[in-house]
């Protein structure tokens, strides 16, 4: 399984970016889809995750501004981050659960990442 991700850059305090991961291999399903990010001399943190259903969840600090979805036909996983502030400047990378049939056990993978830098 590959992950590509693309989407990051240098933006102004109150932009918006769109982040993009998309997943290739021989893949039956996907299951958990989600969005971390490291920021220099931090640990890396949950930001956004989709379930297969749709369920969705955020970390407090991007509530409100930052919006996960995926295309499950296309095994590709999306964040709209909207009213970009400093603080989330970091290396954004995905993470995703796939299954290579029905009956075999998850396997988790991660994206290269991309930078993501605001400036104020």
């Known amino acids: 399984v590959q992950l590509q991700a693309s989407g990051g850059g240098l933006v102004q305090s109150g932009g918006s970016l769109r982040l993009s991961c998309a997943a290739s291999?021989?893949?039956?399903?996907?299951?958990?889809m989600g969005w971390y990010r490291q920021a220099p001399g931090k640990q890396r943190e949950l930001v956004a995750a989709?379930?297969?259903?749709?369920?969705?969840d955020y970390a407090d600090s991007v509530k409100d501004r930052f919006t996960v979805s995926r295309d499950n036909a296309k095994n590709t996983l999306y964040l709209q981050m909207n009213s970009l502030k400093p603080e989330d400047t970091a290396v954004y990378y995905c993470?995703?659960?796939?299954?290579?049939?029905?009956?075999?056990?998850?396997?988790?993978?991660w994206g290269q990442g991309t930078q993501v830098t605001v400036s104020s």
């Open positions: 993470n995703v659960d796939v299954l290579f049939t029905s009956w075999s056990r998850v396997s988790s993978y």
């Open positions: 291999g021989s893949i039956f399903r996907i299951t958990f």
């Open positions: 989709i379930t297969t259903g749709g369920s969705t």
